[in-house]
Protein backbone atom coordinates (compact mmCIF):
# COMPACT_ATOMS: atom_id res chain seq x y z
CA UNK A 1 0.00 0.00 0.00
CA UNK A 2 1.44 3.59 -0.62
CA UNK A 3 1.05 6.20 1.54
CA UNK A 4 -2.16 7.92 -0.13
CA UNK A 5 -4.02 4.47 0.14
CA UNK A 6 -2.90 4.07 4.01
CA UNK A 7 -4.02 7.64 4.68
CA UNK A 8 -7.51 7.03 2.69
CA UNK A 9 -8.10 3.71 4.42
CA UNK A 10 -7.26 5.13 7.98
CA UNK A 11 -9.96 7.84 6.83
CA UNK A 12 -12.77 5.41 6.02
CA UNK A 13 -12.03 3.40 9.18
CA UNK A 14 -12.18 6.83 11.42
CA UNK A 15 -15.15 7.68 10.04
CA UNK A 16 -17.26 4.49 10.25
CA UNK A 17 -15.86 3.96 14.02
CA UNK A 18 -18.20 6.77 15.22
CA UNK A 19 -19.27 4.84 17.73
CA UNK A 20 -23.60 4.40 17.09
CA UNK A 21 -26.05 1.64 18.73
CA UNK A 22 -26.61 -1.06 16.76
CA UNK A 23 -23.75 -0.89 14.55
CA UNK A 24 -20.78 -2.61 14.65
CA UNK A 25 -17.47 -1.96 12.19
CA UNK A 26 -15.95 -5.26 10.36
CA UNK A 27 -12.51 -4.55 8.78
CA UNK A 28 -11.48 -7.77 7.33
CA UNK A 29 -8.02 -8.66 5.97
CA UNK A 30 -8.46 -7.70 2.60
CA UNK A 31 -8.71 -3.68 4.17
CA UNK A 32 -12.67 -3.31 2.93
CA UNK A 33 -14.78 -1.58 5.76
CA UNK A 34 -18.39 -3.14 7.14
CA UNK A 35 -20.79 -2.08 8.90
CA UNK A 36 -22.90 -4.66 10.51
CA UNK A 37 -26.01 -3.17 11.72
CA UNK A 38 -28.53 -5.15 13.82
CA UNK A 39 -30.79 -3.95 16.91
CA UNK A 40 -28.71 -2.20 19.71
CA UNK A 41 -30.55 -4.27 22.73
CA UNK A 42 -30.43 -7.99 22.99
CA UNK A 43 -32.94 -9.87 24.57
CA UNK A 44 -31.72 -11.38 27.76
CA UNK A 45 -33.22 -14.90 27.56
CA UNK A 46 -31.32 -16.27 30.46
CA UNK A 47 -32.98 -14.61 33.10
CA UNK A 48 -36.22 -14.84 30.96
CA UNK A 49 -35.57 -18.58 31.14
CA UNK A 50 -34.28 -18.96 34.74
CA UNK A 51 -37.91 -16.78 35.71
CA UNK A 52 -39.99 -19.52 33.85
CA UNK A 53 -38.27 -22.40 35.55
CA UNK A 54 -38.81 -20.92 38.69
CA UNK A 55 -42.39 -20.31 38.22
CA UNK A 56 -43.36 -23.37 36.86
CA UNK A 57 -41.09 -25.28 39.73
CA UNK A 58 -42.61 -23.11 42.19
CA UNK A 59 -46.58 -24.15 41.43
CA UNK A 60 -45.39 -27.69 41.23
CA UNK A 61 -43.89 -27.73 44.62
CA UNK A 62 -47.33 -25.75 45.72
CA UNK A 63 -48.89 -29.00 44.17
CA UNK A 64 -46.85 -31.68 45.98
CA UNK A 65 -47.39 -29.20 48.67
CA UNK A 66 -51.29 -29.41 49.16
CA UNK A 67 -52.44 -32.14 46.77
CA UNK A 68 -53.28 -32.40 43.04
CA UNK A 69 -57.34 -32.52 43.68
CA UNK A 70 -56.95 -29.86 47.13
CA UNK A 71 -55.19 -27.54 44.33
CA UNK A 72 -57.52 -27.53 41.69
CA UNK A 73 -60.09 -26.83 44.36
CA UNK A 74 -59.19 -24.20 45.38
CA UNK A 75 -58.47 -22.65 42.04
CA UNK A 76 -61.85 -23.65 41.09
CA UNK A 77 -63.35 -21.28 44.27
CA UNK A 78 -63.05 -18.13 42.83
CA UNK A 79 -67.09 -17.05 41.76
CA UNK A 80 -67.07 -14.60 38.93
CA UNK A 81 -63.18 -13.50 39.36
CA UNK A 82 -62.00 -10.12 38.14
CA UNK A 83 -60.20 -10.09 35.56
CA UNK A 84 -56.95 -10.19 37.17
CA UNK A 85 -57.93 -12.78 39.02
CA UNK A 86 -58.32 -14.54 35.84
CA UNK A 87 -55.04 -13.95 33.95
CA UNK A 88 -54.16 -14.84 37.74
CA UNK A 89 -55.75 -18.19 37.88
CA UNK A 90 -54.59 -18.86 33.88
CA UNK A 91 -51.28 -18.55 34.85
CA UNK A 92 -51.81 -20.65 38.11
CA UNK A 93 -53.69 -23.54 36.56
CA UNK A 94 -52.33 -27.08 36.74
CA UNK A 95 -50.65 -27.12 32.59
CA UNK A 96 -49.00 -30.42 31.94
CA UNK A 97 -45.69 -29.18 32.44
CA UNK A 98 -46.78 -28.31 35.52
CA UNK A 99 -47.53 -31.99 36.09
CA UNK A 100 -44.63 -33.31 34.48
CA UNK A 101 -42.58 -31.90 37.39
CA UNK A 102 -44.76 -32.94 40.31
CA UNK A 103 -44.59 -36.24 38.47
CA UNK A 104 -40.45 -35.88 39.03
CA UNK A 105 -40.48 -34.22 42.16
CA UNK A 106 -43.44 -36.48 43.60
CA UNK A 107 -41.19 -39.19 44.75
CA UNK A 108 -38.05 -37.59 45.87
CA UNK A 109 -40.15 -35.66 48.32
CA UNK A 110 -42.53 -38.00 49.51
CA UNK A 111 -43.53 -37.68 53.19
Do not use: C, H, W
Amino acid sequence: MTDSSISAFNQRVKKYSKKKPGKQIYVPGQGMVYKKTGSGLRFPRFPVILVLAMIFGMKAMIVLEVGEYEYNKRLGQYYDPSMGEKIGLYVMKADPFTMTLYDLAAPVFAR
